[in-house]
């Protein structure tokens, strides 16, 4: 099984900053995407950030943004160690939810894999 661990939530005010990371570990062949939901209470599972393969965007990858946190979030990762990042700046209260990591890509005994991470709660607040 390929497993995903989110770190970097907290509590943080109006205005701060957070940086989220994921780590994917298992027996992983390739890594096609990786990207970040958010859930907040009462309303459904949204995608914040993706980032698909390659290692830059002008060689093959790409990136996709939520309207709602573009100029404000960046999404990077570190294909070597399989970890995807969100930086989060100017954070809002309406960022407050519930992060997961997802992960889709094929394992090593070539089936494919759609991966989440517990998810780590992220609660912007005075």
């Known amino acids: 099984q390929v497993q995903l661990v989110e770190s970097g939530g907290g509590l943080v005010q109006p205005g701060g900053s957070l940086r989220l990371s994921c780590a994917a570990s298992?027996?992983?062949?390739?890594?096609?995407?990786m990207g970040w939901y958010r859930q907040a209470p009462g309303k459904q599972r949204e995608l914040v950030a993706a980032?698909?393969?390659?290692?830059?965007?002008?060689?093959?990858?790409?990136?996709n943004y939520a309207d709602s946190v573009k100029g404000r979030f960046t999404i990077s990762r570190d294909n070597a160690k399989n970890t995807v990042y969100l930086q989060m700046n100017s954070l809002k209260p309406e960022d407050t939810a519930i992060y997961y990591c997802?992960?889709?890509?094929?394992?090593?005994?070539?089936?494919?894999?759609?991966?989440w991470g517990q998810g780590t709660q992220v609660t912007v607040s005075s």
């Open positions: 997802n992960a889709i890509g094929r394992s090593t005994s070539w089936a494919p894999f759609n991966s």
């Open positions: 980032i698909s393969s390659g290692a830059t965007i002008p060689t093959g990858g790409s990136l």
């Open positions: 298992g027996s992983i062949l390739s890594m096609n995407a």
